[in-house]
């Protein structure tokens, strides 16, 4: 009896040995806890059809990023420059070339939900370009381009054209120009990439000397697969050229740059890496302290993922990484309740969350807080952000292993008053504080 007893408490005490030891220290602040739990285009049901939107609101979602609105070509009525303004050869001052009607409707749902419209000027990607490619091409005029804009920005910035003054968040000019180096296979720029850094400097010159309270800014990179992680795959390589290039480009032509936006779907670890070399690379070619726009991401997308406790918990993982690492900003891609692997929220045939809305149920409550607070975790699998306010004081804690790892909860005295869990058999669950982080799970405490 005497030797299992010990045989006990040995496996007790090296079970504990190897136990996540999660540090909460409330007294030391941070900072504010970030606007990292953006969303990309919204869950719109069709034309107009806003039934899901309250989704949004209830996780407080700050901004919803309108590039792709809609599918393919915006749906020819959403947000794309060549919805808006049919034409190019009109008469860019005449209100009547615009047509504003369905993006109008989103935006005063979006703005009825609480959510800030990230709005692109640009185009939709055309996946089917290498067959043919329609809107692409960079404008004919690039000044005549940036006027275009600044009317669409006057629409809502300002009222013109009976606009609805809707607070936007960013103005983005374009998406992924840098995203192949054979042009023929590039589905967003079928032009030099020195033609985008000219467009965008026109633009965002002209647009900035016009609205200098508005934030503009650019320019959706495909990102830094290859200097983070050593891609070398052509596309990868090309992206880095692109980046540097835009950035040495700007600089010299002292054009506005309020954010530099671009875009990972690497794993949560690699995506860590793709921010801190985002950070070097603004640093080193003179924007320091410019704020990082994460907007589009997703760990590893895969289509067995979806609705899944493992792509929650990644999902969670990476946002916990943003607001302790250099990224200010991020939407995930994507909100929409569509079919295939970039839909991770929303489930197309239930029109119900999948377990990965939660973890932006349980960011929003550190958002709610609002001051950010040190939290260290001794595993590299669990991730763990802590703030405090006047809503009161919550850890989130993510475990995106296949494991469970036992939990070393320090919250420096403080008693937890309730918990919720989400994990591969339970969504939003109020529990007792656990023992342990079951495999791939999202762990939220309140005190």
């Not at 919803?64 to 050869?89: E, W």
């Not at 800030?116 to 692409?136: D, M, S």
Request: with cysteine; charged share 20%; hydrophobic share 40%.
């Amino acid at each position: 009896m005497k030797r299992i007893m010990i045989g006990i408490c040995a496996a007790v005490c090296a079970a504990w040995a190897f136990a996540a030891e999660v540090k909460v220290d409330f007294a030391t602040e941070t900072g504010p806890v970030k606007p990292v739990n953006g969303v990309g285009q919204p869950p719109m049901l069709g034309f107009g059809n806003d039934r899901l939107f309250h989704y949004l609101t209830e996780a407080g979602i700050p901004f919803s990023r309108l590039h792709d609105t809609g599918g393919a070509f915006g749906k020819n009525v959403y947000v794309d420059i060549p919805n808006i303004f049919r034409d190019f050869d009109a008469d860019e001052n005449d209100p009547k070339n615009y047509d504003f009607a369905f993006t109008d409707d989103l935006m005063a749902k979006l703005d009825k939900a609480g959510v800030r419209p990230y709005f692109r000027l640009g185009v939709t990607i055309e996946n089917g370009a290498a067959r043919r490619a329609y809107r692409i091409f960079p404008p004919k005029d690039y000044a005549k381009w940036a006027r275009i804009c600044e009317h669409v920005m006057a629409h809502y910035v300002e009222g013109w054209a009976n606009g609805p003054r809707v607070k936007v968040s960013h103005w983005e000019i374009w998406n992924e120009a840098d995203f192949h180096p054979q042009e023929k296979l590039n589905q967003m720029w079928q032009g030099p990439f020195e033609e985008f850094i000219r467009l965008y400097i026109t633009a965002a010159s002209h647009l900035k000397a016009r609205f200098p309270q508005e934030k503009i800014g650019g320019f959706g990179s495909c990102g830094f697969y290859h200097a983070a992680t050593g891609d070398t795959r052509d596309q990868a390589i090309h992206h880095m050229k692109c980046i540097e290039a835009f950035f040495s480009a700007v600089k010299r032509a002292h054009a506005p740059l309020d954010f530099f936006s671009y875009h990972s779907y690497a794993g949560v670890e690699a995506t860590m890496k793709h921010a801190r070399v985002a950070r070097e690379y603004a640093d080193k070619y003179g924007f320091a302290g410019i704020e990082l726009s994460l907007n589009e991401w997703l760990p590893n997308p895969r289509h067995e993922k979806l609705g899944s406790a493992q792509q929650a918990a990644e999902i969670a993982a990476e946002m916990i990484g943003f607001q302790n690492g250099p990224v200010d900003s991020a939407c995930i891609y994507d909100a929409r309740c569509g079919i295939g692997n970039y839909s991770p929220l929303f489930n197309v045939l239930t029109y119900k969350p999948h377990k990965a809305y939660w973890a932006f149920m349980a960011f929003n409550e550190l958002r709610k807080a609002g001051t950010a607070v040190k939290a260290t975790s001794g595993d590299p699998h669990v991730w763990a952000a802590a703030a405090k306010g006047t809503a009161g004081r919550v850890v989130m804690v993510a475990n995106d292993s296949d494991r469970e790892i036992p939990l070393a909860l320090d919250l420096g005295g403080g008693v937890p008053s309730a918990c919720r869990i989400v994990d591969d058999t339970r969504t939003w669950e109020n529990i007792p504080l656990p023992a342990a982080l079951p495999p791939y799970s999202i762990l939220l405490v309140s005190l």
